[in-house]
């Protein structure tokens, strides 16, 4: 019998979503597609002019910016300095509005990212419709139809997390999607999945890569078929062998998309397999280390259009990536990305041996405050140290939420070991893995699903 309480959560997301001026929105965006640049230019400089004006409005950082507004918006924007993350958590009065305290009806956007630092971006109901119209829009790119069904196969809590028998899944209705639990994707469970799936006969599956990937690893030991027309990825880096299974198992055709939670950026794969950065949704720029625009490889940096509640302005991301040259097989005229090398993250694995997604790791620090830091390493079988680096206001509570967290949003069937540290070590590239495989072959960064089989991981 399905949850009320879900049914309802998904129906209004539904609801609220796909109001009909989003689908007139997604034609309007189709029609740029193939058109000109310079068509997009005058709506490109409206957006930005708007976004600079409100956030010397509401954002003290940029107050200094009244003066100058009538200049050109992307001269501009390129007098600016460049921010991060680290820059958001530790200057909250500077960069958000309100002192940081969100209005009742505002989405609250709330990640860990790559460093396991919580951070929330407030988000206008305007920006979350535009989103939903690109995302359509992308759908569109990979065969998806108005009323066509959708399985889903990410971090959705659909059922709990003790659950042995089936439903190991959530029908929305009022959306057309099918929520598969990725906690419970295992070799006991896929037969019942795999049946499920065939039943409600999705034309396309959204999904982390590794809970794809894994699906189809799963599928294969069992010798189990199941046909779907496209795969759409996300939240993770996409590996081509990751990519190549999924591709031959599900007789699918994978289209990758590069998001993030700070929404600064937005990729869509296309069928001829580039990455194109939509023109409309933000201005992207890649710099090089002196943060320079540069035709190589360099650091995204993003700039939002549509989010007048909390105004994003050159915020770098961890991710390097490259322009790509010339025109696109597929006819379209959006800018796109020769390569893209994002965050890859490591697996964790059970004490039943079965992998655990970097991204499904990341619910257990969402909304736990008072960490600089954090590093999850697995140090033996179905054993994972937590290593946190705590901000003052961190105590025995924070200690039990994040334990919490753990055992109901991501493993019950792992041992735990809080550790509060001074310091986490920074690789050589003065980053540092926030996932770290200490125990698992390492040598074999995705092995297959079951004992000598699998994967699963994530970035939203």
């Not at 068509?39 to 950082?61: G, S, Y």
């Not at 257990?364 to 003052?392: D, E, I, N, S, Y």
Request: hydrophobic share 40%; charged share 20%.
């Amino acid at each position: 019998m399905p949850s009320v309480g879900l049914t309802l959560k998904y129906a209004t997301r539904h609801w609220v979503r796909e109001v009909p001026f989003v689908g007139t929105r997604c034609a309007r965006l189709v029609e740029t597609e193939r058109a000109d640049p310079a068509q997009w230019q005058p709506h490109r400089e409206r957006w930005l002019r708007a976004t600079l004006h409100r956030a010397a409005e509401i954002l003290p950082a940029y107050a200094h910016l009244r003066p100058r507004l009538g200049e050109d918006p992307f001269e501009l924007l390129q007098t600016l300095p460049i921010i991060d993350k680290a820059q958001l958590v530790a200057q909250r009065s500077r960069y958000y509005p309100r002192e940081g305290r969100p209005r009742a009806w505002w989405s609250v956007g709330k990640t860990s990212g790559s460093t396991a630092t919580p951070l929330d971006v407030f988000r206008s109901y305007d920006s979350v419709l535009w989103e939903q119209a690109v995302f359509l829009q992308h759908w569109g790119w990979a065969g998806w139809q108005p009323g066509d069904r959708q399985a889903v196969l990410r971090g959705d809590m659909v059922v709990p997390l003790g659950r042995t028998e089936p439903p190991f899944w959530f029908d929305d209705r009022a959306g057309r999607q099918l929520f598969v639990s990725t906690r419970h994707l295992s070799t006991r469970n896929i037969g019942a999945i795999a049946e499920a799936l065939q039943r409600y006969a999705p034309s396309q599956l959204r999904a982390y890569p590794s809970a794809a990937y894994s699906l189809a690893v799963l599928l294969k030991q069992q010798g189990l078929s199941l046909k779907i027309r496209s795969v759409l990825t996300s939240s993770e880096a996409l590996l081509p062998l990751q990519r190549e299974l999924i591709e031959q198992v599900l007789g699918a055709r994978v289209y990758d998309h590069y998001g993030m939670a700070e929404r600064i950026a937005f990729g869509m794969q296309c069928g001829a397999g580039h990455l194109h950065v939509h023109p409309l949704y933000s201005h992207v720029e890649i710099v090089d280390e002196q943060g320079r625009p540069t035709r190589g490889p360099g650091q995204v940096v993003g700039t939002t259009f549509h989010n007048l509640a909390m105004p994003l302005l050159r915020y770098q991301v961890d991710d390097v990536a490259e322009w790509g040259e010339g025109t696109c097989a597929c006819g379209r005229s959006y800018p796109w990305l020769r390569t893209l090398r994002g965050r890859a993250s490591d697996l964790l694995y059970d004490a039943d041996e079965q992998p655990v997604t970097a991204g499904v790791v990341t619910f257990a620090f969402k909304g736990v405050p008072h960490l600089a830091r954090a590093q999850v390493v697995q140090t033996a079988p179905g054993t994972w140290q937590v290593r946190v680096m705590p901000l003052p206001g961190y105590g025995p509570e924070t200690a039990r939420q994040l334990l919490n967290n753990f055992r109901t949003l991501v493993s019950d069937r792992v041992e735990l070991q809080l550790q509060v540290v001074d310091d986490i070590a920074v690789q050589a590239s003065g980053k540092y893995k926030w996932i770290d495989q200490a125990w698992y072959g390492r040598q074999a960064p995705l092995p297959a699903c079951s004992p000598a089989d699998d994967t699963a991981r994530e970035a939203a």
